[in-house]
């Protein structure tokens, strides 16, 4: 064991040589990815070596001290209270389902505490609670509640069991040591071996898939066959059970297919749902909550089976997906809301720790995300976190900064992209996605605003309270269905009231939009561009959104162009979900007495009509105040529009859904159109100086003065009477081709799909 | 003039002997309120040797040091933007008003600036826009806009006007010994004489009463006056107009009446709305607003007129005016929505600035001032922000502990008052004053709740949006009237769908509630309780709010016992405008299709009924989520009890109010009843961990198990199966009386008007 360790010990000295080590500094955890662990426990999240090296640095690293301060308090607080272990009876949110979980999180940080302080109360405390996990585990029947589509025997899903064993088999491997040979028996007979078989060869449904919880399965069961050493795990864990018949049929409980044409096992999970950059086809939502057994397990495997490369798999899928994460945060670390996703979750979230510190520590130490480390303010208690705390106290720190990105979707990165055009205060986030397995949404080409952090133009999320019993459990409502997922909850067109693919995910799972363009080069015109073909048969609808910075002076607005052509007459829908109160509109609208129900369904049945007015072919102006800001939004109209002032709320039996507001643009009997807009956030209220800044909006007019196969021609006119065209190549997106058109006199030339102009 | 200003240093050295002055300190702006200011310029805000003293400091106290900055940077943008004087043409929030309003502002710190930093460029500024505006007003018509009951010139209506002035008087002060003999004839003679005598002779029903307006007129004829040295115009200012006859039916714009019994200047408006506790009867977002003219002119007083002892005028009830000012914040500093108000007003208003430093510098020195002068991080540019810039300097600051605290209202302190109770993170503000002026709402015992500062069952405030024009102007919203005044918009007792006093200013003004217990000696049980016999003849009410802190562990949570009796069956309602979203009820109820509108008139057409139940006796709850954060709302009821579930927003032709949710507990048919009921804070959910924590209500049940004339008792048993009994004497207040009961075989006794009793 000696030999074996110094030997470990030169390798990583030589290691350290090729990368950072300077001024004589030794042998140090940073860029210890090399490192060939030694076969001995600890070796999942901690090793032999890491132990170690942070023992040595106690007291040195302040985001280290203080986060294992932390943690030691919540830990004894823990210990104090008491051990329990309660029959599983409850859905999320209640006391057994929460109970669970608050053990599985004290166990995995008591592992981690024994290590780290040597102090044998946290390893009595593990072993403790596991051989109580044990007495209860041996007989115990499948969860009561028989909503899941996978039962679990603690929870009431596979997914939690499978939570559960991610982190109990980290404590375990802590606490291998401790344990005598006959309890480690004890536990891998009666509670590990069985608890692993369960959620995987007798819930092949839940384990055998392309999904996050089967990644969720594949890390539990592949953590604790490194833990135990059983490679037959570790293998059911890589490459799933194999010669499983699961009917083409089946489905789960979110609707989503369960049969995955044979692919399962984790290293399909990291195969099919991530695209080459690293964007998770499920939406930043459950990204972030599968990214934690994605790298946990990742982690695992590389130290315990370093000859894997596995964070070099798929040109290193894994660490992109951290960096993609980032990306698709808001100014405030907050998630982007892409498909179902419950507002509030951000990158502080304990699984991004992790992705964090993960990423960096065998991802390259790169310098961008110990700055999101600062912003955290906590590390891992592992090597990686380690690593981190090391690079921060180093001062590697560097501002990890957030431009306008793409983000390709699907395994080869040919199923559409996310958009995110950043400009000023800005952020626009531009969905042309594939579906999104059963998490998916039908809003193809939709979009939300923020400003400074905060969601103007919002994507209403999902509708679900996650872990607040008394909303259904905590699980998702019907609402998400009925209300949530359909197209008119969102940003996006609809045509004669139906949603995206009938609203049927066998049909939507086997599209995706398509880019067009995306060309940031130049801050003050950034252009996002995307094509919808096959959400409504013989009818495409093309996207173009630019930000535009007219001055320095000003916040930048965004230009929004939605073509649609089709092959007969319909409704068209476009609806505009602002966020905030109404100060002041440009129309006359008759507001009605008392509200009635928008339509009979597709998401229609949960909107009031509030008020409505036709258009005259005018621009439609709407100034809302938020957060103590105004914008506007200026639509051009044709003649006979309708407006429609609509609430979410209607055929809401038990207030379930939020009571926002919306405007919706409505065509009727169109085949071709276009729908053109501006949103701009313009201006400030102060309620203790009472002062109003900038009230009003800055656009006087926006007009589509031309509109062919070929192009689309946009003119913008200012308040100062300053003009601009946007002209837009609708069928030829090459930065090469040169175009030459003649709108109202003018004569326009330029290179590339599209241009914007001063005309005066 | 040098013996004097010997002679005044002389008289400053040796009244700070008698107060702070240690260490061999030499004559210090400190407790400078007896300094005799000598008879020259600038005399205001500012004195010759105040600016002295400044001068001496500059680049030693940050928080001056931080302001001068700031203000320097405003004050030298607008010296760059160049001098705008426009026609006078539009209400608040449109061009013209907003540039009038900055222009004064920027006078005021122009005039300062120059003093402060001896640079002709600030007193060339304010003499050329001074200039302008003698231009512009000497043939200046009436303000075009017609809706004020008093239109100014400047502005739409006089009061706008006297604000010019008040400011304008101190940039005048300022440069007035930069100016020519002539310049300053030019500038009196067309410019301020006039300008005093307008809104003063010429507008005797805007300036001859007790008002805020009034006050404001008051403020700017005296300020004037000072500066010319006219003291005809002082005279004016201090006691009024004389020998002016105004109609005793005459009322302004928002209805209050004009006529004050000859009531009128200055000390008349000390004297009528300020209760000997310094509460000013329109509330205090009122008197914030009114704050300024009153200290500002005393403290141009104080200078100018030392003889007067403006600051101990009524037992010194401009300083106590500060205090109850400050009392009636919350935690952040917002004030308490009490009458008109609009929200977010807080103690960080320029007003309140002026104030604390006015308050510290000439009320004694208070070191808890000092604190909130910390908060504000700004101090006025004058001796008084000087005086609070040294007293944070040499670290004498003391926190300002806002405790639980009763206001008397009414010029002798016998109209009734507001009760605040402070436990743990809750504020309750329990309203049962007299009406308020014409500012006042119909809400005789209505209260509202905060938890941490953030409004957990609020008070509508006003229906306007201060200065924006697009909201008619800015100005008050007929919504104002209609809804937010009336009774049904307030958490308090309606009687057959009318209003208090029929919603009528004339009979509301005669009336007041009485207090019946303040009682907030124990921490652990605070009491507040008021009587109203007015609102409804022949009907009386008696509510008693408690703050019961259970135990250390938990939140306190308030107990409500709101006792009808009447000579007649009446319907009551008692609304509970919760903010937040409902997680759950207890009870079932039909959510309508479609809602309904409540009622037709007092406010009751501004609310949609859209569900509703009949009680069957037992306890009703409701849980809500408000900002992550859990409550419960426990309401023992009566068999056949209406609950009723309303939004805010029907008739609102213009989206001018909140849709905000309430619930309405509907007795019908009844003479005499009891509501109880309890609003508890109990959780918190974190969207990040996705955890709730204590999510369920602590509170199994609420009884009314003993109603008489004498007593009423409460019986309130916890989930932990403990029981209390809170007990209330009715019609015996003293302290010193003792009772003995018996309820439910519970033989009680106690000495006081109330009792809160475990009973196992």
Redesign the interface.
């Known amino acids: 064991m000696k030999n074996q360790a110094i030997l470990t010990l030169g390798i990583l000295i030589l290691t350290l040589n090729l990368f950072s080590c300077k001024n004589g500094e030794k042998g140090s955890i940073e860029s210890s990815s090399e490192i060939i662990a030694p076969q001995e426990h600890p070796k999942l999240i901690l090793t032999a070596q890491g132990v170690q090296e942070i023992r040595s640095h106690l007291g040195t690293l302040p985001i280290f001290d203080n986060t294992l301060k932390k943690v030691k308090e919540e830990v004894d607080a823990e210990i104090q209270l008491g051990i329990s272990v309660p029959i599983p009876k409850d859905y999320s949110?209640g006391y057994s389902h929460?109970r669970h979980k608050r053990n599985f999180i004290a166990l995995q940080k008591a592992g981690v505490l024994y290590q780290i302080l040597e102090d044998e109360k946290y390893a009595q405390y593990v072993k403790d609670m596991l051989m109580r996990y044990e007495a209860l585990y041996k007989n115990l029947p499948v969860h009561p509640k028989t909503r899941s589509y996978a039962r679990g025997k603690l929870f009431w899903q596979c997914l939690n069991d499978s939570n559960w064993l991610v982190y109990v088999s980290q404590a375990y491997d802590c606490i291998y040591n401790y344990l005598t040979a006959e309890e480690r028996k004890t536990l891998e007979t009666n509670l590990f071996r069985p608890f692993a078989d369960f959620i995987s060869i007798q819930n092949p449904q839940f384990y055998n898939r392309v999904h996050n919880h089967s990644t969720w399965g594949n890390a539990a069961v592949g953590m604790i066959g490194l833990a135990m050493g059983d490679d037959a795990l570790v293998d059911r864990a890589l490459y799933g059970i194999k010669n499983i018949e699961i009917s083409a049929n089946a489905k789960d409980n979110d609707g989503g297919f369960i049969n995955t044409n044979g692919k399962a096992g984790f290293f399909a999970n990291l195969e099919e749902p991530f695209s080459p950059d690293g964007y998770y086809t499920e939406g930043p939502y459950y990204q972030r909550y599968a990214m934690y057994p994605f790298l946990i397990f990742a982690e695992a495997l590389q130290n315990a089976k370093p000859e894997l490369e596995i964070f070099e798999y798929k040109d290193s899928v894994l660490i992109k997906g951290v960096n993609a994460l980032i990306n698709l945060t808001d100014r405030d670390g907050d998630f982007f809301l892409l498909n179902d996703a419950?507002?509030?979750?951000?990158y502080?979230?304990?699984s991004l720790v992790s992705a964090v510190d993960i990423a960096y520590h065998f991802g390259g130490n790169s310098p961008e995300l110990l700055s999101i480390a600062q912003k955290q303010d906590q590390v891992t208690l592992d090597d990686a976190g380690l690593a981190v705390a090391l690079g921060i106290k180093r001062g590697k720190a560097k501002s990890f900064i957030k431009k306008s990105i793409e983000l390709s979707d699907g395994a080869k990165g040919d199923e559409g992209a996310v958009g995110i055009l950043r400009s000023g205060n800005i952020e626009l986030v531009f969905k042309y996605t594939a579906h999104g397995l059963s998490h998916g949404h039908y809003d193809k080409l939709s979009y939300a605003l923020f400003d400074k952090g905060v969601e103007v133009v919002q994507d209403y999320g999902m509708a679900r309270?996650?872990?607040?019993?008394?909303?259904g459990g905590?699980n998702y409502l019907k609402e998400n269905t009925t209300w949530a997922k359909q197209t008119i909850a969102h940003n996006t067109l609809v045509q004669n009231e139906v949603s995206h693919f009938e609203g049927k995910y066998d049909i939507g799972s086997q599209h995706h939009s398509n880019k067009y363009i995306f060309s940031v080069d130049i801050d003050s015109v950034q252009v996002a561009s995307a094509i919808e073909e096959n959400a409504y048969p013989n009818t495409k609808f093309h996207r173009t959104m630019v930000a535009i910075k007219d001055s320095n002076d000003e916040a930048p607005y965004i230009l929004d162009i939605l073509k649609v052509e089709s092959n007969k007459p319909n409704q068209y829908d476009l609806p505009f979900y602002y966020l905030g109160?109404?100060?002041?509109t440009n129309f006359n609208y008759t507001?009605l007495?008392?509200?009635?129900?928008l339509g009979k369904s597709n998401g229609y049945q949960h909107l009031?009509k509030e008020a409505s007015t036709i258009a005259n072919g005018e621009n439609i102006k709407l100034?809302w105040?938020l957060n103590?800001k105004f914008y506007t939004y200026t639509a051009a109209t044709s003649n006979k529009d309708e407006v429609i002032?609509a609430?979410i709320g209607?055929?809401?039996?038990?207030?379930n859904l939020?009571?926002e507001p919306t405007l919706i643009l409505r065509k009727k009997k169109t085949t071709n159109s276009v729908f053109a807009s501006i949103i701009e956030p313009h201006g400030t209220?102060n309620?203790?100086?009472?002062?109003?800044v900038n009230?009003?909006s800055s656009i006087k007019q926006i007009k589509v003065v031309l509109d062919t196969l070929a192009y689309t021609a946009i003119e913008i006119e200012s308040i100062e009477d300053k003009i601009w065209l946007f002209v837009m190549s609708n069928q030829n997106n090459s930065k090469e081709a040169e175009h030459k058109l003649r709108i109202n006199n003018h004569e326009i030339s330029w290179k590339g799909a599209y241009v914007l102009k001063e005309l005066n």
């Open positions: 949110g929460d419950q507002k509030g979750m951000s502080h979230n304990s309270f996650v872990n607040i019993e008394q909303k905590g109160q109404i100060m002041q507001k007495k008392v509200p009635q129900i009031y100034t105040l103590n002032l609430r209607a055929n809401d039996p038990e207030f939020r009571t209220y309620p203790i100086s009472e002062l109003s009230a009003y």
